[in-house]
């Protein structure tokens, strides 16, 4: 059992389609962090969130941390090849040192 | 001037042998990670040192010893390779130990025990 559950595991669209990967768990965690891995190449940030409820956008993408601090979202608007790759999520939990990654989503953006 | 570098990328070799990984960060960070990514893209932690002091021991093998000869470097040494220890190992590097700071990764190092 993993304490970071995402979903869906795979997803292949379009170019053009909107999609939303979740992060959930019963845990609550202090903060959360989304990165994107490429194939051959370790994972990169793309944004952290701290506060319950926030929203972040960073051009297509816009993350959500829930208001109770226990599950995140992913949501990328008009799909392009260039977002394909792993993307994980992760938490920081008061008095733990390192992030707990989820199990990841694949995504796959067809031209 | 890759940020954290780690070697080599690729690591073939024997059950029963031992092996080492080396990695490298130029940012200046204080706080250095071993990662393990199994081959369903699972990410977890293994061990981190802050200042060369060990700070985080997860439930990993003996076999598994991290040596950090000063804050840039953290190398990982495997005794007795088994078939299990085969995926790809990342090695990061923070800020801070803060658990919210950025963590940026190496390139990983794909093991494969045959």
């Known amino acids: 059992t993993q304490l970071l559950e995402q979903s869906p595991q795979f997803l292949s669209i379009q170019e053009g389609e909107n999609l939303t990967v979740y992060c959930n768990s019963s845990s609550v965690f202090s903060s959360l962090q989304w990165y994107r891995q490429e194939p051959g190449e370790g994972p990169v940030l793309l944004v952290t969130?701290?506060?319950?409820?926030e929203v972040k956008k960073l051009k297509r993408l816009t993350f959500q941390f829930g208001d109770a601090r226990k599950d995140s979202s992913l949501h990328i608007t008009a799909a392009q090849p260039g977002d394909t790759g792993l993307y994980l999520c992760a938490g920081g939990r008061t008095g733990r040192r390192a992030l707990t990654f989820g199990s990841g989503t694949r995504l796959q953006v067809q031209p | 001037d890759t940020a954290v570098s780690q070697t080599p990328k690729y690591l073939v070799t024997q059950m029963g042998n031992d092996k080492s990984i080396k990695c490298e960060q130029n940012?200046?960070?204080?706080?250095m990670y071993w990662y393990k990514q199994d081959s369903k893209k699972f990410l977890k932690i293994m061990f981190s040192?802050?200042?060369?002091?060990?700070?985080i021991n997860e439930t990993v093998p003996n076999r598994f010893s991290p040596k950090s000869p000063d804050k840039a470097h953290l190398n990982l040494h495997i005794n007795s390779l088994e078939l299990g220890d085969s995926a790809v190992y990342f090695c990061?590097?923070?800020?801070?130990?803060?658990?919210?700071?950025?963590?940026?990764f190496g390139q990983g190092t794909r093991l494969t025990v045959v």
């Open positions: 990061a590097s923070s800020r801070e130990r803060a658990v919210h700071t950025e963590a940026f």
């Open positions: 969130v701290v506060t319950g409820g």
């Open positions: 940012l200046g960070h204080d706080t």
């Open positions: 040192y802050n200042n060369k002091e060990l700070i």
